[in-house]
């Protein structure tokens, strides 16, 4: 009879433990890719939960979702795809954030090629100038108000070539095959500081702000993991992280 | 008749057609003599370049993209090349787009045009030279009508396979309206920009000519059964 008190006790702590080691589905923007690997990574470590990531294009996440796709929380390279999601129902109401403001670079994987004042747009010597594609990408959207508050928009369209994201464009100029791009400062930036090529970071005043938007999916309601990845999306570790990798 | 078709999506219906006409025309010129070698001989490299031939069936598009990205590329070898003879780098441009389809859709020609060689055999080969044919007389007189159904399954199949790329035009391509935006790239950009609308009318298009075209490809090329 004495075994049952314990027996009992160990069933609660089984129960609780799998009650606590949820599992969540993540949709990542791809500028965040290299943040989100090393948050996911304290995430799991810290919380016992884990985090199962996807790493894509904003807007095929979003076809995705509304075609029924099982992911439960979008880290979103916009504001307004969660605003689209939230408006159609499609999220957890009251769950939606942002988690990031991305900053833009114009960099070229050859040193020295980049001046620090991004001069080298306006001398126009180089042939081809690489950005993730404006109708699709927020980090497009931005590099096209660089170039119009730079009075460059007509010298620059017939240079340019359009990746599908922002990964794609970074792939563009670190093969050499465009000498100059607009990326996420993100994806260049390690510690703290640009690791490789030459790079401008645009000044924030040039571009409207790339809010970044994190929001709770209808497929991820109730569960444990996504509510504590949000709250672990706003503690002091997972902004650490950010902050090496550019993002305010 | 209006489909509903923007003045982008008509340059980007032009730019893949003739994509694919210029594909189809280097690849039967390239694949008739390797197809004739390949059919003609038992020599130890046949298996090799049989292979290399049929890689791009199994491969996934991105790692040719890949590939060709890094050796086209200025750093690449063939960038190298390029760039000493004045030509500059081939990604993002039309010319690019050419050299990779000419990979991406070689199977499709040199294999029905392989069989073909094949079914020919040795004895109106062996006729033509006892008649003293010379060899392009050979090939005009005998070989090209004794395989001209092979020659049209391979021009048919090497231009929709060209009509039908995606992949490694994403890769190599840098989206540019008139060089490098083809058909299968802009219904991408419609359904990624939400417009539902305008990539439905397109991959409708898409659906229907990739019909038609093989339809008049089983028409003309009726797979009898054998006696």
Known sequence: MKSTPLFLAVMAMTAAVTVRAAEVSVAVAANFTAPMKAIAAGFEKDTGHKATLAFGATGKFYAQIRNGAPFQMLLSADDETPARLEREGLTVAGSRFTYAVGSLVLWSSKPGYVDARGEVLKQGDYKKLALANPRLAPYGRAAMEVLAGLGLTETATPRFVLGENIAQTYQFVSTGNAELGFVALSQVMKEGRVASGSAWIVPGKLHAPIRQDAVILAAGKDNAAASALMAYLKGDKARAIMGTYGYE | ?227
Request: hydrophobic fraction near 55%; avoid cysteine.
């Open chain 2, 1 to 227: 008749m209006d489909l509903g078709f923007t003045d982008a999506d008509w340059g980007a219906i032009w730019l893949t057609l003739k994509l694919a006409t210029v594909t189809t025309g280097l690849l039967l010129l390239i694949g008739t003599p390797i197809a004739w070698r390949l059919a003609r001989t038992r020599a130890w490299w046949k298996g090799p370049v049989a292979a290399v031939v049929a890689l791009p069936l199994v491969l996934p598009p991105t790692v040719l993209g890949f590939y060709l990205l890094v050796a086209l590329g200025p750093n690449g070898p063939v960038g190298s090349l390029t760039q000493s003879l004045g030509l500059g780098v081939l990604p993002f441009t039309f010319w690019g787009l050419v050299v990779a389809s000419v990979f991406y859709s070689m199977p499709f020609v040199v294999q029905p045009l392989q069989n073909a060689f094949e079914a020919i055999g040795d004895r109106p080969l062996e006729v033509a030279a006892t008649l003293r044919a010379g060899l392009w007389d050979t090939f005009f007189t005998v070989i090209l009508p004794l395989a001209r159904p092979g020659f049209l399954t391979a021009a048919i199949l090497g231009f929709a396979h060209t009509v039908g790329e995606f992949g490694v035009v994403l890769m190599i391509g840098g989206n540019i309206p008139d060089e490098t935006r083809v058909v299968s790239v802009q219904i991408y950009d419609h359904v990624e920009a939400m417009d539902y609308a305008a990539a439905h009318g397109l991959a409708l298009g898409m659906v229907v000519f990739s019909f038609l075209v093989l339809w008049a490809l089983y028409h003309f090329n009726p797979t009898r059964p054998r006696k």
